[in-house]
């Protein structure tokens, strides 16, 4: 990889990162409501497996952890913050919140707050793709929580059965809320668990972005190439709670937090380029100080300086706002 | 003109809609090779292939999502759930997708689906193969929810119901589908909205739909055998719900009955009638009279199964009890 891209992919992901302790702090000052989660600490999966699709052809859809996703898959981050803010200008018009960032015009359709429920969704985006007769492909992002559900089994088994051009990404940062997998999991190497369905599948560090892209990268081109769809895991971690809401002391201990710290994805990843030579410690001060910059006067500033909605707009958006007469009517009675 | 039954109509929908547009596919549980439990796609696997007409497993509520993505991507899926039942194991991707992906994108993505769904009690299929529901359906924003009466509005409903940019849920009834009707031989298309009244009278209103329409119906020649002259309404969509014809009606007859062959609790009735209060409280004779199911799960044994689901004689002894005639 040019060193340019691998300096642009470090910048995004310190990017990402500011990006979300910024709406952790607007969280504080009120100025975010609902439920609010975090990315921090698994970066390098989002980053790296979108760095290799094709932006705006192929289809993306995840959790309501989907702030960065929404990003990498080209939203405008000041659209997303937008959102967060509840403001006309956000993503879905503020209608979504946290949860719901959604971006059709580069193919990002949505993130979804019940869990297990984008499976079927990015199934259905996928036969789409393979129906149109395009090589384009869905690619739907969850955590390792999600493959308890009911959906997930039901999916698989349709996925690898109509050979849908489908890429399951599996975040495995190792708890569902509080629940550690191995209370919850009765196999914890989630790649095993599509097996059944014959469904090719591998699982990868998702801490070093180099192994995510190079995994990925293979996982995207077997998709593409029509041999089926394909499940791939990464183990990462998440440096915040759930939601804003959980106290992680409850569930994991202060060690094994320092543990992964170690393993933070945009530390492993400046140290490497620092080590190759790409970069300096200058360099990445100097991108540190950029990403602040920009949080703050574009998209923080483009947030706070955006329009609520208009309450007489409350009832937009339930159903087509301009449907065609011939279909809906009205009956005409005599 | 030809006649068709219920299943013939449904079946000629999905024949031309299929045609018309190569966006439009149908999916469910023994459609394409068995061409559908009750006939509605038989054949259609024959002229379309299995790209079009996909036979799913038994896995309603991901099959349901599958087709709730692929319309997000601009495909028009017609899917079809067996039993409205088994549309309780859909919900999740009904309600907490279909109905409010719109909105909660700000209207930036749609849900162009079609759910097709027999409801009602047949004939003996006791607790589990019986239920209603179409009032789970009618409480959610974001969907459309028709019930067609015969074949001349199942088919040209369901063709709108394809070309509608919004989820629709379709209900039909098994004890419908061999019911036979005139129907035009060109193409038609009958409008989502709007209560019709399908036959005019002076001294009440019957208010109904889908089978229970039918019940009104029956009613009213009773009723007229007694020279009452009953208005009777199809309701046609629960949701959104004509307000206005039923306020005209019952500004005319000044009584009124709804007709459900659900339990009555947080019912269509109690919707209707609510709406009736609060739109035309001082048109009112009488009080409003509510028919509806028995507050049971349906039961098996046929004399049990009749005496807790309404028919035109419960619709008969209502609109007199309405009437002040008993």
Same mark, same amino acid.
């Given at each position: 990889m040019k060193a340019a891209d691998q300096k642009r992919l470090l910048r995004e992901m310190i990017f990402f990162r500011r990006f979300e302790e910024r709406c952790f702090e607007a969280y504080m000052e009120h100025k975010i409501g609902g439920f609010l989660h975090l990315y921090s600490g698994q970066e390098a999966v989002a980053t790296g497996v979108l760095e290799t699709v094709r932006r705006g052809e192929d289809y993306v859809i995840t959790g309501y952890r989907d702030h960065v996703h929404a990003i990498k898959s080209g939203a405008p981050a000041r659209e997303v913050m937008a959102e967060l803010y509840g403001k006309e200008t956000g993503s879905s018009r503020g209608r979504g919140g946290s949860m719901h960032i959604f971006d059709p015009?580069?193919?990002?359709m949505g993130g979804y707050a019940?869990?297990?429920?984008p499976f079927p969704l990015a199934a259905g985006l996928a036969l789409a793709c393979k129906y149109r007769g395009t090589d384009h492909i869905a690619v739907c992002f969850l955590g390792d929580g999600a493959n308890n559900q009911g959906t997930f089994h039901e999916t698989m088994n349709m996925a690898a059965l109509w050979h849908l051009p489908v890429l399951f990404v599996c975040e495995n940062n190792q708890y569902a809320i509080g629940t550690r997998i191995d209370r919850s999991t009765a196999v914890t190497d989630q790649y095993k668990r599509v097996c059944s369905y014959n469904m090719a599948s591998s699982q990868h560090d998702g801490q070093d972005l180099d192994a995510v892209l190079a995994a990925a990268g293979k996982a995207v081109e077997h998709v593409r190439s029509g041999k089926g769809p394909y499940f791939i895991e990464f183990l990462t971690y998440r440096q915040r709670g759930h939601s804003m809401s959980d106290k992680t002391a409850a569930y994991r201990s202060k060690e094994e937090e320092a543990e992964w710290a170690k393993r933070d994805p945009i530390k492993l990843y400046g140290a490497k380029l620092i080590k190759a030579g790409v970069l300096t410690d200058a360099d990445l001060k100097a991108i540190e100080h950029d990403v602040l910059n920009e949080i703050e006067n574009d998209v923080v500033k483009f947030a706070e300086d955006s329009p609520a909605p208009k309450?007489?707009?409350?009832?937009?958006?339930?159903?087509?706002?301009?449907?065609d007469p011939r279909w809906i009517g009205p009956l005409q009675n005599s | 003109m030809a006649e068709l039954a219920y299943w013939e109509a449904i079946r000629r929908a999905h024949d031309e809609e299929l045609a018309n547009d190569p966006m439009v596919l149908a999916m469910g549980e023994d459609i394409g090779v068995v061409g559908g439990t009750y006939k509605a796609t038989s054949g259609l696997y024959q002229k379309y292939g299995d790209k079009r007409i996909i036979d799913t497993p038994i896995s309603e509520n991901s099959f349901t999502g599958i087709g709730i993505g692929a319309s997000m991507a601009g495909l028009r899926p017609i899917i079809e759930i067996m039993s409205i039942n088994f549309a309780l194991l859909a919900l999740d991707t009904l309600v907490n997708a279909a109905a409010k992906i719109r909105y909660m994108s700000g209207g930036r993505v749609s849900c162009p689906i079609v759910m097709r769904t027999p409801g009602g009690t047949a004939h003996?299929? /006791? @607790?589990?193969?019986?239920?209603?529901?179409?009032r789970v359906f009618m409480s959610t924003s974001g969907l459309r929810v028709v019930t067609p009466r015969g074949a001349m509005e199942a088919c040209g409903m369901l063709k709108s119901a394809v070309r509608c940019n919004d989820p629709v849920i379709f209900i039909e009834h098994e004890r419908m589908y061999n019911l036979r009707e005139q129907v035009p031989d060109t193409e038609y298309f009958r409008p989502l909205e709007g209560a019709e009244i399908v036959r005019k009278g002076t001294d009440i209103t019957l208010i109904g739909y889908n089978w229970s329409f039918l019940l009104c119906m029956k009613a009213a020649d009773m009723l007229e055998r007694d020279g009452i002259s009953a208005e009777v309404v199809d309701l046609?969509?629960?949701?959104?719900?004509?307000r206005e014809t039923i306020r005209r009606s019952v500004e005319k007859t000044h009584r009124v009955l709804v007709a459900e062959?659900?339990? /009555? @609790?947080?019912?269509v009735g109690s919707e209707i009638i609510s709406v009736i209060i609060e739109d035309c409280f001082f048109a009112l004779d009488s009080q409003p009279v509510r028919i509806h199911a028995a507050d049971v799960p349906v039961p098996y044994a046929a004399n049990l199964e009749h005496a807790a689901i309404p028919d035109e004689h419960d619709v008969y002894q209502g609109a007199l009890k309405a009437l002040g005639r008993i």
């Open positions: 015009t580069v193919h990002f019940l869990v297990g429920q309450v007489e707009d409350l009832n937009k958006y339930v159903l087509d706002d301009r449907p | 003996q299929l /006791a @607790a589990q193969h019986s239920a209603r529901l179409a046609r969509s629960l949701k959104p719900l004509d062959e659900d339990e /009555a @609790a947080v019912g």
